[in-house]
């Protein structure tokens, strides 16, 4: 058995953990990183995640007319392939030139607050640290519906993304951002998809507008979605699924070759040991954090999605910030309460990003708010959508009365996942909407509708 002291351990492959074992092997300090799987290497969102996913949508949104859909699927999977192959020898190599950091490939799991054991391929390796991270991110959550765990075309949303051929017909089970975001892909490749959501509406978070909007366009992409939908039973039927389900007390069924569960994720941390470690978890088994992301126990943190907070993967970046501030001895370091208007974003076509707070939130909460809203299509002033022939959607701002401030936005729009970043930037910053509104923008591009919105606010 190999025994290891190091300054860090890392527990998993993700964008915090991986960035904070870089940072300090740069500075010379001693690292193990370990990972479960070499298919894992940079993470889930390289590997199965926000890569793979946004190539596949790109490649479902080059299909030309006509384009046969099961050939342009396939070619879409093996481009994606290729191009998860390549960032995962990336990222495993970023470590080469680091010589006091040390992958190791196998499961960890915790023998006391600072040490591990980890199985790899040439025997245990137990080691203990100055301090530990542990990034081991999300796994699907697969409920325990009749007939679902033993269906055997229920496949995730990592197995959808690498399933060949092309199915004909996809049953999403929910209608949150994985699902959709699938289910509009496939769409684009020709697939009769239906989703089955079980809340009255998709984006229930969104206004209605918004949603609405939402919904228009992907119906208008070929998807079928069914909401308020209460799931009973899975059953295998010829070569493929059916899922009975309820709407109103009324009991139907759907069909397809392939069933999606997409009905969210869960922190991954059974098998940690992290009981023998004294580490606390909530009930969905996310490690339980402060602001400064300490897990409870001295030289303890847990980044990205393990942690229960926002499953992004900039977010992991930002963690990996806080947790740099505290082992470089930095005297003020960053917490997660210093967080403000982070956008995020649901690549349908076009993407649907947001930030801030929606008209229903902010009225709710009593503010005085201005609101600007208008189909993209209704823009003239912003040539860049008809240029790329992408005028569906609809654009929203919410500005409060009084102080001129953006407090949220909705961009379901060509481009959204780029412009949202400015408004965020600009929330952030306290720039008012009128500095937004006469700002001078690149021609022809999204971001001029702030000259045209913004003169609607009511």
């Not at 306290?430 to 000259?451: I, L």
């Amino acid at each position: 058995m190999t025994h290891l002291r190091v300054d860090l351990l890392v527990i998993g492959f993700g964008k915090g953990g991986k960035t904070l074992a870089a940072a300090l092997g740069n500075q010379g300090r001693s690292v193990v990183l370990v990972e479960k799987s070499p298919a894992m290497y940079g993470g889930t969102c390289i590997n199965v995640g926000c890569v793979p996913t946004k190539s596949m949508v790109y490649h479902s949104e080059q299909r030309r007319p006509g384009e046969d859909g099961v050939t342009a699927h396939a070619v879409a999977v093996t481009a994606t392939q290729a191009l998860t192959a390549d960032l995962r020898a990336v990222n495993y190599g970023i470590f080469d030139p680091i010589p006091s950091v040390r992958v190791l490939t196998g499961r960890a799991v915790f023998t006391g607050p600072d040490s591990v054991s980890v199985s790899t391929a040439d025997g245990e390796v137990t080691v203990s640290a100055a301090a530990v991270v542990i990034d081991t991110g999300s796994v699907p959550v697969v409920p325990d519906i009749p007939g679902l765990r033993e269906c055997p075309v229920a496949v995730t949303s990592a197995e959808l993304l690498s399933r060949v051929p092309r199915s004909d017909r996809l049953v999403v089970l929910g209608g949150g951002y994985i699902g959709l975001e699938l289910a509009s892909m496939m769409a684009g490749f020709g697939t009769e998809v239906t989703v089955l959501e079980h809340h009255s509406q998709i984006l229930r978070f969104e206004d209605d507008d918004v949603a609405a909007s939402a919904r228009d366009l992907l119906e208008r992409r070929g998807v079928r979605i069914v909401t308020g939908a209460a799931l009973h039973e899975v059953s295998t039927v010829g070569g493929g699924a059916r899922v009975r389900y309820s709407v109103d007390g009324q009991t139907t069924a759907a069909d397809g070759d392939t069933i999606l569960v997409a009905l969210g994720r869960v922190p991954d941390t059974a098998g940690l040991g992290l009981d023998t470690a004294g580490i606390r978890t909530a009930a969905n088994g996310a490690v339980a954090v402060d602001e400064f992301l300490r897990a409870g126990v001295p030289n303890v943190y847990a980044v990205g999605d393990v942690n229960g907070g926002p499953q992004f993967t900039y977010i992991s970046l930002d963690d990996h910030r806080i947790v740099l501030d505290q082992l470089s001895g930095v005297a003020q370091p960053r917490s997660t309460a210093q967080r403000a208007a982070v956008p995020n974003c649901l690549f349908l076509t076009p993407p649907l990003a947001r930030v801030g707070v929606t008209e229903r939130e902010a009225r709710q909460a009593g503010r005085a708010v201005r609101v600007a809203v208008s189909p993209v299509a209704k823009l003239a002033t912003v040539p860049r959508a008809r240029i790329v022939g992408e005028t569906a959607g609809l654009i929203k701002l919410v500005v409060d009365a009084e102080t001129d401030l953006i407090l949220g936005a909705a961009l379901l729009c060509h481009d959204a996942h780029e412009v949202i970043n400015l408004v965020s930037l600009a929330m952030r910053h306290r720039v008012t909407a009128t500095a937004m509104r006469e700002g001078m923008y690149t021609h022809p591009s999204m971001s001029e509708f702030f000259n045209q919105l913004l003169g609607m606010l009511r």
